[in-house]
């Protein structure tokens, strides 16, 4: 059977998309191909965030043709994801090469179309349009994909994002938000636990707005439909969000529960509340601020003000003091000034971040930013950038330092990617612990270790003092 090679760009909601692309493919009968040089069909799966991931992924497709045309001109090449919804048929414009363009909707759609393809039934698909339902057909899994028993696993509870901040590209590329029903959500994160998953991180743009929309609740669509049981749009003050905490934290066997990402403009006080109600929920949040200046904030379209955002990390430091909490921020925004950066300087050293994803402002087509005046010069940006990532890694030696000498929980995940006779866990406020297993498989088990040493975003545990 035709071999698959995968490569994808971007954020977890791709990763993940690209394991259910992978498992259905599969199921029908193909293999997954160890690198793309033996693959028959090579698929990448893009990102569209930032000009420069759509292009890392355009100059990946010119290099794979250049090498496929030459020695393998039957090999099926396509691309998926972001770029090829927002970009279509114009990537078979510019690359002729290219076999297939499969939009964010579409991913289940993959093996029928290359079964035709490679049939020689069709010469050329593009198919990015818009399809009722699809937010539900993202949830095989690919639990032995490494021939090891995966410990944790991506659930994707939505798709697509409604929120618009100026920005962004998401809401064009990903399509309006749906949302999957709790009961068949439930069902997938059941069946994970039954094979053995202990973590489970669930998944959206914007997790907070999960079953808030999908249309009118009369539609047969929306997950307020009363035959779509399982959410309401409040259930005892609890949003939809909570409900769905509330019932993935019962499913037993269950060790931990993540999400990402939250919106600060939906995280409601019922949420805080579910981090101090519900143990399974880990002492870890990602909550993207973009920028410290509430005039930025305003002209990004984000929807909160700097003292809102503190007000949560407060309410959440209160509910749970360990919290690890970790953050997006763009510099460079058109109009940003000295000043809004230097308040964003200062909101990243109130706040204390754990961890922050730093970007450097990339103007997007069709997005109202990149028609805003004040764009700011790439130096600008850089040395902002540097700035800036120069207070969160101080702030993040601190952090971490401050646990070496602790004993802390973390659950085993595998083999440490950098050296494998080492294994790594990862702590309940999400940080990575390197440990030496002493010849030990600890994989999916929960233990504590004592910290001996921070490094750079690692922490690294001792053998001798782990509790077997
Ligand atoms: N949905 C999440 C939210 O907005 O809260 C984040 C989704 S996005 C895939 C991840 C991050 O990319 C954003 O939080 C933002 O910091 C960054 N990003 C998005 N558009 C960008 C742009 N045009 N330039 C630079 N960074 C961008």
């Known amino acids: 059977m035709p071999g698959v090679f995968i490569k994808t760009y971007g954020c977890q909601m791709n990763e993940r998309d690209s394991e259910a692309v992978a498992a259905q493919l599969v199921a029908k009968g193909y293999t997954l191909a160890p690198s793309e040089a033996v693959a028959d069909v090579i698929l990448l799966n893009t990102c569209s965030v930032r000009d420069f991931a759509e292009q890392k992924a355009l100059n990946k497709m010119v290099n794979v043709i250049a090498e496929t045309r030459r020695s393998r001109p039957d090999t099926v090449l396509g691309f998926m994801g972001c770029m090829a919804q927002s970009r279509g048929r114009e990537l078979i414009d510019r690359l002729p090469d290219v076999d297939l363009?499969?939009?964010?909707?579409?991913?289940?759609?993959?093996?029928?179309?290359?079964?035709?393809?490679?049939?020689?039934?069709?010469?050329?698909?593009?198919?990015?349009?818009?399809?009722?339902?699809?937010?539900?057909?993202?949830?095989?899994?690919?639990?032995?994909?490494?021939?090891?028993?995966?410990?944790?696993?991506?659930?994707?509870?939505?798709?697509?994002?409604?929120?618009?901040?100026?920005?962004?590209?998401?809401?064009?590329?990903?399509?309006?938000?749906?949302?999957?029903?709790?009961?068949?959500?439930?069902?997938?994160?059941?069946?994970?636990?039954?094979?053995?998953?202990?973590?489970?991180?669930?998944?959206?743009?914007?997790?907070?707005?999960?079953?808030?929309?999908?249309?009118?609740?009369?539609?047969?669509?929306?997950?307020?439909?009363?035959?779509?049981?399982?959410?309401?749009?409040?259930?005892?003050?609890?949003?939809?969000?909570?409900?769905?905490?509330?019932?993935?934290?019962?499913?037993?066997?269950?060790?931990?529960?993540?999400?990402?990402?939250?919106?600060?403009?939906?995280?409601?006080?019922?949420?805080?509340?579910?981090?101090?109600?519900?143990?399974?929920?880990?002492?870890?949040?990602?909550?993207?601020?973009?920028?410290?200046?509430?005039?930025?904030?305003?002209?990004?379209?984000?929807?909160?003000?700097?003292?809102?955002?503190?007000?949560?990390?407060?309410?959440?430091?209160?509910?749970?003091?360990?919290?690890?909490?970790?953050?997006?921020?763009?510099?460079?925004?058109?109009?940003?000034?000295?000043?809004?950066?230097?308040?964003?300087?200062?909101?990243?050293?109130?706040?204390?971040?754990?961890?922050?994803?730093?970007?450097?402002?990339?103007?997007?087509?069709?997005?109202p930013a990149a028609e805003m005046p004040g764009q700011v010069p790439q130096k600008i940006r850089e040395e902002r950038n540097q700035r800036l990532l120069e207070v969160i890694n101080e702030i993040a030696g601190r952090r971490y330092g401050a646990l070496v000498g602790r004993q802390t929980q973390i659950l085993v995940e595998g083999p440490s990617k950098k050296n494998p006779a080492r294994m790594t866990g990862r702590t309940r406020c999400n940080k990575i612990v390197v440990f030496d297993p002493a010849g030990r498989d600890h994989r999916g088990r929960l233990m504590d270790v004592k910290i001996i040493r921070a490094g750079s975003f690692t922490l690294y545990g001792d053998p001798a003092i782990v509790n077997l």
């Open 101 to 367: 363009v499969l939009g964010t909707q579409k991913f289940h759609r993959a093996a029928d179309y290359l079964d035709e393809i490679l049939a020689g039934c069709a010469e050329k698909i593009v198919d990015v349009a818009a399809e009722p339902g699809s937010e539900a057909t993202i949830r095989e899994h690919l639990l032995n994909g490494n021939s090891q028993k995966a410990v944790t696993a991506f659930v994707s509870i939505m798709q697509g994002c409604n929120q618009y901040c100026t920005f962004c590209i998401v809401p064009y590329a990903r399509g309006e938000e749906r949302s999957r029903t709790i009961p068949d959500i439930v069902a997938e994160c059941r069946q994970l636990v039954a094979q053995g998953v202990k973590e489970i991180t669930l998944l959206g743009q914007i997790v907070t707005s999960y079953g808030k929309r999908g249309g009118d609740a009369s539609s047969p669509n929306s997950p307020l439909h009363p035959q779509r049981r399982g959410v309401a749009a409040t259930s005892n003050g609890k949003s939809p969000f909570v409900q769905l905490l509330d019932a993935v934290h019962e499913i037993e066997g269950l060790e931990r529960i993540r999400f990402t990402s939250p919106h600060p403009k939906g995280y409601g006080d019922d949420l805080i509340e579910a981090y101090a109600r519900l143990p399974k929920l880990v002492e870890s949040a990602h909550l993207p601020v973009q920028s410290g200046s509430d005039r930025v904030l305003k002209l990004m379209h984000r929807g909160y003000t700097r003292a809102r955002y503190l007000g949560i990390i407060g309410k959440l430091r209160r509910a749970r003091p360990e919290i690890g909490i970790s953050t997006d921020i763009i510099v460079g925004f058109p109009g940003e000034t000295e000043d809004d950066f230097e308040q964003t300087l200062s909101l990243a050293r109130e706040v204390e971040f754990d961890q922050a994803y730093i970007f450097k402002y990339s103007p997007r087509r069709d997005t």
